[in-house]
């Protein structure tokens, strides 16, 4: 059973940065397009960014451009989502999910929730003063 296990969530003051991480234990994701997802209490999960095999693609929801940035080191299994001038309309849960059937180099835009294979549990991040 492949895992996805993020890490780096926490609470931090408004205008604060967080970086997560998301691994895969046993699993090499170096080909496979990863993303990240939050929810917040009583909402939709919804996207927020995504990466391609070597980081040609990312893509983000315009919510989090220009604030937050995806990034992944092959070589440690690792994908992070950098998240810079935090708000609180950031709080959530942070998931990280791979899309198992696609190998792109670059796409036009991320997989939509329905089309990843494996979520991970999630990371808490609140932002609050």
């Known amino acids: 059973q492949l895992q996805l296990v993020e890490s780096g969530g926490g609470l931090v003051q408004p205008g604060g940065s967080l970086r997560l991480s998301c691994t895969t234990p046993g699993f090499n994701s170096a080909y496979y397009i990863i993303g990240w997802f939050r929810q917040a209490p009583g909402k939709e999960r919804e996207g927020v960014s995504c990466i391609t095999r070597n980081g040609t693609s990312t893509h983000y929801a315009d919510s989090v451009k220009g604030r937050f940035t995806i990034s992944r080191d092959n070589h440690k299994n690792t994908v992070y989502l950098h998240m810079n001038s935090l708000k609180p309309e950031d709080t959530g849960v942070y998931y990280c999910?791979?899309?198992?059937?696609?190998?792109?180099?670059?796409?036009?835009?991320?997989?939509?929730?329905?089309?990843?294979?494996?979520w991970g549990q999630g990371t808490q991040v609140t932002v609050s003063s």
């Open positions: 999910t791979i899309d198992l059937h696609r190998v792109d180099h670059s796409i036009g835009k991320c997989p939509v929730l329905d089309d990843f294979d494996y």
